[in-house]
């Protein structure tokens, strides 16, 4: 026998999506604590009896199996950056609702949650994915942990991630690597700094050259991508009366998705061969995709949902689905910029537009 | 009643100072932890009646009072860096001496007391000064703290720092002023970098400014003084996803005694004139000290010690007597190379020369 607890959250999903929003958005789930939220769609998705519901970890799973041409998914994740004492959620009266994870990405999870409900009989076999830890750490991430040991339930020819695209969409993403660059020195007292060398001062031309670089801007499938190339840290230092011997420099590298993870970092060594570099590290490394849009299922979906597509410039896990063969595009109703902000807030006619457009695109006969 | 424990050190000023260095040595006194070595100082100056003794604190000072022409101050401080697991002292076979402090100073603090208890009738009526927090924090230093409750015991005609200095005459010493540069810029996501402005690579021109410093090396009063413009730290940088709008660069300039500190502020402010350096703020000043060899006192000395007197570039406490306008030489048998060190360590013929060079100039009749 299992006892649900009285304060169990219920999710109604005749709810519209504005209300099933803040439903969503009042059961706190940060990276770490999504068992609340994945019990109450698991549970409400097992009510719906066209969906067959598979669950791992705290990331939940549901599909048709109608025998339909072509599969498409709709993923969101779960789990919210630390709350910033923005929630309950709250309703404005200009129908702006507020709270911690209304953009990003619970609006989001509200849609899909309303086609999983009202739409039995898709034109294109549906999965939907809600999956966890997005947020914090990569390696725990729902839909990577799916990939690896179910990469079966992500089997599909195009995706839509809900992520929040403000209602437009946005194709593939950029590919993100981190290195560190380090520069080197001899320690030396700093009353006889001659007598040693100056890490941060050979720092000087790697700095130079990161204040000139001109970024690409290639056009790809008709999108506009924008690299750029950033010290986000930089970190040297022994004491006061020290000429430190070590200078550390991160740098992150936001390419286009017509470089592989290689290209990028064959890029990086050659932007900096000249600089005194003593040694180059990666940090992080994770391809970008390509936008895949001439993908039947993409025009499809273009068709359907209207608007010009633009180029995704953050990394997203649409990339997870590249990495799959799968083309995926961004579409969500929240509000990029208001991501991870303590004034996070969504325009709940967002939220019924991006609905109303997938339910148009998905009630459709497919081939 | 004044109960004394048991295991309370004494001192025996017969001793010879190699001997009298090693029993200094295994009493601990790190910075903070002078009480000790303190009460066994001067439990043992009290003990010789031509001398009048007096305390503040953890420093202790032991004066003549015999009516000659000049007076002279021998001044050592009494602790140490932290330990480095090396201690208890050891002597090795070749008459070297092993331990924390060895030669930061507890070998010019025997040779000061050597010469409190041998030399009861000094051609210059003598002041010892053995001071407490040298090594830590600027504001606790014994000798600072003296200067300014009790500026009558520190009055004299020429001053002798026992600091390690190989046995050879150090002149006057290089002042410090350390600045922080803060370079500014306008915080964005690194996937929208163009949005913002990065401060990292603002700090391109501060650094090669510093890579390209070429510093004074001036002479003056026969000693050649070398000054140096480094910097000791950088730090920069908000998250790895994020433009940073601000970049500290901690710079220290080590400036020649002809440069008050207000020339050398001047000067680091044209030199990052226009490097975009958005803030200029002084972190630590400290004045240097000019040779003062000149002085007729100081004549003498160097008749008496012999070698020739150079330049001594780190800044030390002779600044202090500097600001109380008396010429001050830094004099000790430590080695300045091996202070601060995990095999710190003093040659004991090099204590006993320095005692014996003190003695031969503090017995000759002055003026």
Not at 84 to 105: F, H, I, K, Q, Y
Not at 316 to 325: E, I, K, N, Q, Y
Not at 326 to 347: C, I, M, S, T, W
């Amino acid at each position: 026998m299992t006892i649900i607890p009285e304060q169990a959250a219920v999710l109604d999903l005749g709810l519209d999506a504005a209300e099933l929003t803040a439903r969503l958005v009042d059961i706190p789930s940060v990276s770490g604590d999504e068992k609340p939220i994945a019990d109450a769609v698991e549970r409400a998705l097992r009510t719906l009896p066209h969906l067959t519901v598979d669950r791992y970890g705290n990331s939940v799973v549901a599909r048709t199996f109608l025998g339909r041409a072509e599969r498409v998914v709709l993923a969101g994740h779960l789990d919210t950056v630390p709350l910033a004492d923005n929630l309950p959620s709250r309703l404005d009266e200009d129908g702006v609702l507020w709270g911690c994870g209304t953009s990003d990405m619970k609006s989001g999870v509200a849609v899909q949650l309303r086609i999983a409900a009202t739409v039995p009989e898709p034109g294109r076999d549906l999965t939907f994915v809600f999956y966890e830890h997005e947020e914090a750490k990569a390696h725990l991430n729902g839909l990577g942990r799916i990939a690896e040991a179910h990469p079966d339930w992500l089997g599909c020819d195009f995706a839509v991630l809900l992520e929040p695209t403000g209602g437009q969409v946005e194709g593939g993403c950029q590919g993100i690597l981190r290195v560190l660059l380090r520069t080197a020195g001899v320690r030396a007292h700093s009353a006889r700094s001659w007598t040693g060398s100056n890490a941060i001062h050979a720092a000087a031309p790697v700095l130079a050259r990161l204040a000139t670089y001109r970024p690409r801007r290639p056009v790809i499938e008709g999108l506009e991508y924008h690299e750029g190339l950033n010290a986000v840290r930089i970190e040297g230092g022994v004491a006061n009366n020290v000429v430190p011997d070590a200078c550390t420099i991160t740098v992150t590298f936001r390419y286009a998705p017509d470089r592989t993870p290689q290209d990028a970092l064959a890029h990086v060594r050659e932007t900096f061969a000249d600089c005194g570099v003593e040694e180059i590290t990666v940090g992080n490394a994770a391809a970008g995709a390509l936008p895949g849009l001439s993908h039947p299922a993409a025009v499809a979906f273009m068709t359907a949902v209207g608007g010009t597509a633009t180029a995704k410039l953050g990394w997203t896990d649409v990339a997870r689905f590249s990495a799959l063969g799968v083309p995926a595009v961004n579409y969500g109703p929240g509000d990029p910029l208001l991501a991870h902000k303590q004034d996070e807030r969504v325009d709940t006619r967002l939220i019924a537009h991006c609905e109303d457009r997938l339910r148009a695109w998905l009630t459709r006969p497919a081939p």
